[in-house]
């Protein structure tokens, strides 16, 4: 069954691609007609394109990777922030760091500086610095927060990147692509399909668009995560029950091997008793 329909997308204006005159030739497959100088996009194949995404982006989650989520618009930031906190993956929706993930070692020793200045908080190191350059450290803290806060939890390069409009995050599809990272996108007529792995043909302006798309995907890794803790609690189970096992049979074992003595000096094998003969004097 598919995740959405074609009226739910319909309701939330992803139809709604740019102006002709703007359009990318490599989104012809997925353009349905022309309306007033404006490429209407196949609402039809947006459904498959959503499915096929959030089918593979459950297996990532499942297998305990992280999903980067980007989206530095305006119109996307704050919908894209609240979706990806309730899975718990990371995102960047201010500036895009350049060499975010081709000088990954970089971003994350500033990430380790937050937690240094956190450190010096509440070891008494403040108290013997002066007023200005405590305010200096806590200004540079609040900037590092504000473009890192988001990736603090981010310690290896991420599995995949979802994205809201490749066209403004060229730099962050450019070094996905570099490393080899599997990039999902919602890409309007404006933009070449053929740059990502999995292209979402869709509005990538209008707010419902992008919050019902991110939502549909955001479920989608919750799904992965949910099957991920079913399969460690049952992993865990079974091997629970293989010691249990384990004890119960050497348990069995031992009780059912009996030791037998005797005063003419006997000897005990397992259930059988071997009598020594007197000595023929």
């Given at each position: 069954?598919?995740?959405?329909?074609?009226?739910?997308?319909?309701?939330?204006?992803?139809?709604?691609?740019?102006?002709?005159?703007?359009?990318?030739?490599?989104?012809?497959?997925?353009?349905?007609?022309?309306?007033?100088?404006?490429?209407?996009?196949?609402?039809?194949?947006?459904?498959?394109?959503?499915?096929?995404?959030?089918?593979?982006?459950?297996?990532?989650?499942k297998s305990g990777k992280k999903v980067l989520f980007v989206a530095t618009k305006k119109q996307a930031k704050d919908i894209v922030a609240e979706k990806v906190k309730a899975v718990n993956m990371p995102y960047v929706t201010e500036r895009w760091p350049g060499g975010m993930l081709t000088n990954f070692a970089t971003i994350r020793k500033a990430v380790k500086k937050m937690a240094t200045i956190d450190k010096m908080a509440t070891d008494g190191t403040f108290d013997n610095i002066s007023k200005k350059e405590k305010l200096q450290i806590s200004r540079e803290r609040a900037k590092l927060e504000t473009q890192l806060g988001s990736i603090a939890d981010l310690t290896r390069l991420p599995a995949a990147l979802f994205i809201v409009d490749i066209s403004k995050e060229h730099i962050a599809v450019a070094e996905a692509k570099?490393?080899?990272?599997?990039?999902?996108?919602?890409?309007?007529?404006?933009?070449?399909?053929?740059?990502?792995?999995?292209?979402?043909?869709?509005?990538?302006?209008?707010?419902?668009?992008?919050?019902?798309?991110?939502?549909?995907?955001?479920?989608?890794?919750?799904e992965g995560l949910a099957e991920r803790k079913v399969d460690k609690e049952t992993a865990a189970e079974e091997k629970e029950g293989g010691k249990a096992s384990s004890r119960d049979e050497a348990s069995k074992l031992v009780a059912g091997t009996k030791f037998n003595s005797s005063e003419e000096g006997d000897v005990a094998v397992g259930k059988k008793t071997a009598v020594k003969k007197p000595r023929k004097k």
């Open positions: 069954m598919s995740r959405t329909n074609f009226n739910e997308l319909l309701e939330a204006g992803s139809h709604f691609g740019h102006l002709k005159r703007k359009w990318n030739p490599a989104m012809a497959p997925y353009i349905f007609t022309e309306k007033n100088g404006i490429h209407i996009i196949d609402l039809n194949k947006t459904v498959v394109k959503i499915d096929e995404a959030a089918e593979a982006l459950k297996q990532i989650a570099r490393l080899n990272i599997p990039t999902f996108a919602i890409v309007d007529t404006n933009s070449d399909p053929n740059v990502v792995d999995f292209a979402i043909p869709a509005n990538d302006d209008a707010s419902t668009s992008i919050s019902l798309i991110t939502g549909i995907i955001a479920k989608a890794i919750e």
